[in-house]
């Protein structure tokens, strides 16, 4: 069973979502490390629901980006990962860390990258007047939200609907999306060859990275 361990530092749907999927088979591996960066947060009552182990690391006791990234790093590489998720974790890594796990490590951002790397995603999309947002997977370098992209998920915005219902509609791409992309790189069907994204024939992504959703 190949081992997946999941950086979060809230809500933790996309957790869940992962979560799910390694119950129901649909990914072939087990989250054996959830770490959050925020103590008390609701992800991590969802990893107690899926009975998953888990960690709090907050980078407020230490001194440092540095030295919070060498200790993550460590707990880390102790599980020996084929896989590392960041889904929701919003600290900016270090190349301590993101060299540690280069060509395991994906991430999961709320806009269509290039546009809009960073926070408030959202409310740019909204305020910019733009017809689409979405999401991406990607994986994860030493760039901030600048790694090889693996997939895009995309969806057209109604300029009448608020923020909220705007996020509501994102995380249900991202719940489909990430658990899919993170199958398939457990696989084989998706690695990282360099700085390019290598996609084998039987990947549905080889033949459409970036999909339409009606959500
Ligand atoms: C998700 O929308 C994810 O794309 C975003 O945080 C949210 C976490 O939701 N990630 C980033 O903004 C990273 N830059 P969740 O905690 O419910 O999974």
Redo the contacts with the bound molecule.
Sequence with gaps: MQKIVVL????????EAIAKACQNGSIPGSIELVISNQAGVK?LERAQKYHLMTKTISHEDFASREAFDLSLTEQVLSIEPDLVV?????RILTSNFTDAFAGKLI????SLLPEYP??N?HSQALENGDLMHG?TVHYVNGEL?GGPVIAQGALKIDPTQTETKL?QR??KI?HALLPKVIAEVLKGLISLQGKKVKFEAKSHFGKNNMEFFNV
């Design positions: 979060i530092s809230g809500n933790g749907s996309n957790l992800g960041l889904a929701g974790f919003m991430n999961i951002h709320p960073g926070l995603t999401v939200d996020i994102i995380h991202e």
